[in-house]
């Protein structure tokens, strides 16, 4: 059974930092591609960052420059780093993992970033 469990959201002020991590059970991160992505009230999840099986990354245009992305496949953990945090990255965050047979879903982390 897959799980992946998500963890360093909270609150923080305008110009702060967060790390958010994603553990994995029952499915290997490094042979997948996973991303984070995002929800604020009232929209549509949109895709704030990816990792490919070989590394390769993207990122929404909004948050370039600010977040990355990255993987430690010891630990089976994709992390998001987010730096210069705005008032409008406010949403929770949900990381995902692409299989060839599905995707997979954590459980959510609210990021609430205050003015």
């Known amino acids: 059974q897959v799980q992946l469990v998500e963890s360093g959201g909270g609150l923080v002020q305008a110009g702060g930092s967060l790390r958010l991590s994603c553990a994995a059970s029952g499915v290997i991160f490094r042979f997948n591609a996973e991303g984070w992505y995002r929800q604020a009230p009232g929209k549509q999840r949109e895709l704030v960052a990816a990792i490919t099986s070989i590394g390769n990354t993207n990122y929404a245009d909004s948050v370039k420059g600010r977040f990355t992305i990255s993987r430690d496949n010891a630990k089976n953990t994709v992390y998001l780093q987010m730096n210069s945090l705005k008032p409008e990255d406010t949403a929770v965050y949900y990381c995902?993992?692409?299989?060839?047979?599905?995707?997979?879903w954590g459980q959510g982390t609210q990021v609430t970033v205050s003015s």
């Open positions: 995902n993992v692409k299989t060839r047979v599905t995707d997979y």
